[in-house]
């Protein structure tokens, strides 16, 4: 798990996104080493599963760079891999059987957010922040913008922060429910293992019946992941995508 990292200690698993030098980008190589880093945890049942980063940003979103040095005949089948991998990766997260932590002390782009909205519980740090950037690059919505986003914050806050590109600022993420928790510079960590300390407390039974009774519903979940992988598909095939990502980049379109 190159790009990943994974311990377990007194009970806690600890997620981290390793690829510090690209600011976490979503890559087929990261999503694959974060699979099996969760389907590592679920074997293993800690009491909690807390998912951070190293560097100065949690994740950028698939990286453009890897969709634009692929030809349009080929880009399809990496936008495949990348979504499609992010996306059982967000169903994976929704679906392990304990609490789960995610640690925001850094931006999150595009359709990395699905990892922080997959998570029960999101602690942000004061340079946290949140943007889509899909209307800019010419993308469609993936990582739950468009099926988990309004859940937790609402359809037409979640609309307007995507149709106008729009960063939100940790205190406004906090004021919205985006994020449950906020920290000073550095210590989302030590809050996150607080928490899950007092977790490790409560009744495991309970614990579980709760988290299956109020987490997104797995299906629904599913089909709205399906259908931004469909309009994603779609939309990274035209020629609006192709200006987009040169412009975004600053090369020939």
């Not at 007194?10 to 890559?27: F, G, Q, S, Y």
């Not at 990892?115 to 739950?144: E, M």
């Not at 797995?218 to 192709?242: K, M, N, V, W």
Request: aromatic share 6%; net charge neutral; proline share 5%.
């Amino acid at each position: 798990m190159g790009q990943i990292s994974y311990t377990l200690e007194n009970h806690v698993a600890r997620i981290t996104l390793n690829r510090p030098e690209r600011h976490n980008a979503l890559v087929p190589e990261l999503l694959q080493d974060l699979a099996s880093a969760l389907a590592r945890c679920r074997e293993d049942a800690p009491a909690a599963m807390i998912l951070t980063a190293t560097g100065t940003s949690f994740s950028t979103g698939g990286d453009v760079t890897g969709f634009h040095q692929n030809h349009r005949d080929q880009r399809r089948q990496y936008a495949a891999s990348v979504v499609g991998g992010l996306n059982r990766v967000i169903l994976d997260l929704i679906t392990l059987p304990m609490p789960t932590l995610a640690v925001v002390e850094g931006m999150v782009t595009g359709g990395s957010v699905g990892l922080v909205l997959a998570c029960d519980i999101a602690i942000a740090g004061p340079k946290a922040s949140f943007a889509p950037w899909y209307t800019v690059v010419g993308f469609s919505p993936d990582g739950g913008w468009t099926c988990l986003l309004p859940e937790r914050i609402g359809r037409a806050r979640a609309l307007d922060i995507q149709l106008t590109n729009r960063t939100v600022e940790a205190q406004e993420a906090h004021r919205t429910g985006l994020v449950q928790y906020l920290c000073n510079a550095g210590d989302g960590l030590a809050t996150a293992q607080s928490l899950a300390n007092g977790i490790r407390q409560r009744k495991p039974g309970s614990l579980g019946r709760t988290l299956t009774l109020t987490r997104p519903d797995p299906g629904q979940t599913a089909a709205g992941l399906d259908a931004e992988y469909r309009h994603f598909l779609e939309q990274i095939s035209s020629d609006e995508a192709d200006r987009g990502m040169a412009e975004f980049l600053g090369r020939p379109a």
